[in-house]
């Protein structure tokens, strides 16, 4: 049987998927990653990245 979050009852593959979702999700100490140049946030790194280099590829470089 698959975990499910007993905040929002969506279900993971694994545990470690399901323990991510509930700290990047529900979690008030986890600081989302905010671009630099428009101060949108983000869940994750990779996500941020991406939308570096697809909104702001003439602004910026970006680590990653």
């Given at each position: 049987?698959?975990?499910?979050?007993?905040?929002?009852?969506?279900?993971?593959?694994?545990?470690?998927?399901?323990?991510?979702?509930v700290r990047e999700k529900h979690s008030?100490?986890?600081?989302?990653?905010?671009?630099?140049?428009?101060?949108?946030?983000?869940?994750?790194?990779?996500?941020?990245?991406k939308h570096v280099r697809e909104q702001?590829?003439?602004?910026?470089?970006?680590?990653?």
């Amino acid at each position: 049987e698959r975990p499910a979050c007993e905040i929002c009852n969506r279900t993971y593959a694994n545990k470690g998927s399901l323990a991510k979702h509930v700290r990047e999700k529900h979690s008030d100490d986890f600081e989302r990653p905010a671009c630099e140049i428009c101060n949108r946030t983000y869940s994750n790194k990779w996500n941020l990245v991406k939308h570096v280099r697809e909104q702001h590829s003439d602004e910026a470089c970006v680590d990653g």
